[in-house]
């Protein structure tokens, strides 16, 4: 079936720095990926959405030049941290849709535990 | 707007006995709904979604377009049930973004 493989897993960085996140598809064509939030204990938060060769679209309240978002190729999208801080400390979860005729499933990323010390 | 809404945060049973996870939505036009399971340290996985109309797992939902809710049932649950429970919704034509509820943590004690 349709598999997203996201890493890394799990990454502690220092505040300030700036952490990359990967999101692949390994067996298809994710022309649509969306990057979410999670924190504890509560739902998934959409970030922004992301279209192969055009800029993602934020959420509202989401800070495009903190989460840089590129989607670059029909299977890689990738999330960029910058200049993190503590309160970026969350899960992310990155998804696809599944294409196909009629067919508008998701696939989601095992997810990247991110901490900022 | 859109929203998702999953009143109950913790659903607790007992093995056999039925079970209802409840979820109401909001949203101008007509939503796909779907919902997602998450077991322990696993990721999200897609559990049904109501354009198929199928059963996974002896789990069946209802979309009620009059009461705007998509309830989650099983007639038995079992221990393997246990696990975090998402509704979800997305605009009609694929490829769109995904709204999640809060989710809903079922424990079924044997």
């Known amino acids: 079936g349709a598999v997203v493989s996201q890493h890394p897993s799990r990454v502690i960085c220092k505040s300030g720095t700036s952490v990359k996140i990967e999101c692949r598809s390994l067996?298809?064509?994710?022309?649509?990926m969306f990057w979410y939030r999670q924190f504890p204990k509560q739902s998934l938060m959409l970030m922004a959405t992301s279209n192969e060769g055009s800029k993602a679209t934020y959420e509202q309240g989401v800070e495009k030049d903190k989460f840089l978002i590129n989607h670059a190729s029909l299977t890689l999208s990738t999330l960029t941290v910058t200049s993190a801080h503590p309160e970026d400390s969350s899960f992310y979860i990155c998804?696809?849709?599944?294409?196909?005729?009629?067919?508008?499933?998701?696939?989601f990323g095992s997810g990247t535990r991110l901490t900022v010390v | 707007a859109q929203r998702v809404t999953q009143p109950e945060k913790l659903l607790s049973v007992f093995k056999g006995a039925p079970v209802e996870l409840k979820c109401n939505y909001s949203y101008s036009g007509s939503p796909e709904l779907f919902w997602y399971v998450q077991y322990s340290r696993q990721r999200l996985q897609l559990l049904l979604r109501h354009i198929s109309r199928e059963s996974i797992k002896g789990f069946t939902a209802d979309l009620n377009k009059g009461e705007t809710s998509f309830h989650l049932k099983k007639p038995f649950a079992q221990e393997e049930d246990s696990a975090m429970y998402y509704c979800a919704l997305s605009g009609q034509g694929g490829a769109d973004k995904l709204i999640f509820g809060t989710g809903t943590r079922l424990q079924v004690f044997p």
């Open positions: 998804s696809a849709s599944i294409p196909g005729t009629g067919d508008y499933g998701y696939t």
């Open positions: 067996d298809f064509q994710a022309t649509t």
